[in-house]
């Protein structure tokens, strides 16, 4: 069964301007992307901060769908890495790349990729199978994460640092996002009938 994301209902069908429609998307994904991680607070024990960056790349990959959605990420790593002030509190550098988030910022892109495909396979029309999509991406986000950050502060302290402070918000963000996506789908059955 063919599906498809959020963004594709309004693609235009002529080849220049469905180019147009995902490079505009695509741009302001990065750029939700970069608002949310704004939102940052810096806990004394991690050099990891709380950020709203997680469920924004999330609620971005569902939305665009797996292509668009991880290009979006992509295009905001490249904004922070050239030195625009996207990253957490407005910082930037490609240092961030290389440092201790540097793990969390890549797993990003295959969080983006893998909700965005499951979301075109249907699975944020629902509940239960948005939670599924919502948990596998921010898995993907906390294996990249605490790999790279263990060689920062080891093996034996990586989940103290990278893991446990931020696991209430990561549930708080998954039931976010399971709430707001299928709600929308809803919606738009409610407006197909309408018609």
Do not use: C, N
């Not at 931020?166 to 996002?177: C, L, P, R, S, W």
């Amino acid at each position: 069964m063919t599906s498809y994301a959020y963004a594709d209902i309004l693609r235009p069908a002529v080849k220049k301007h469905a180019l147009l429609y995902d490079v505009v998307l695509i741009l302001a994904g990065s750029a939700v992307i970069a608002l949310a991680s704004q939102l940052a607070v810096y806990l004394p024990i991690s050099p990891v901060p709380i950020t709203g960056q997680t469920l924004a790349v999330l609620l971005v990959g569902a939305m665009l769908g797996r292509r668009r959605g991880s290009l979006s990420v992509l295009t905001y790593l490249a904004q922070g890495a050239m030195g625009l002030p996207v990253f957490a509190a407005g910082t930037a550098g490609f240092a961030h790349l290389a440092g201790p988030t540097g793990g969390y910022l890549l797993g990003f892109v295959a969080a983006a990729y893998i909700v965005g495909l499951l979301a075109e396979k249907g699975w944020d029309r629902y509940v239960v199978s948005t939670v599924l999509a919502m948990v596998l991406g921010t898995i993907a986000i906390y294996l990249a994460g605490l790999a790279w950050l263990s060689v920062y502060v080891g093996t034996d302290m990586v989940l103290q640092f990278g893991l446990y402070p931020f696991a209430a918000g990561a549930v708080i963000k998954i039931a976010v996002a399971s709430l707001v996506l299928p709600s929308g789908w809803k919606l738009l059955g409610m407006k197909r009938k309408m018609k």
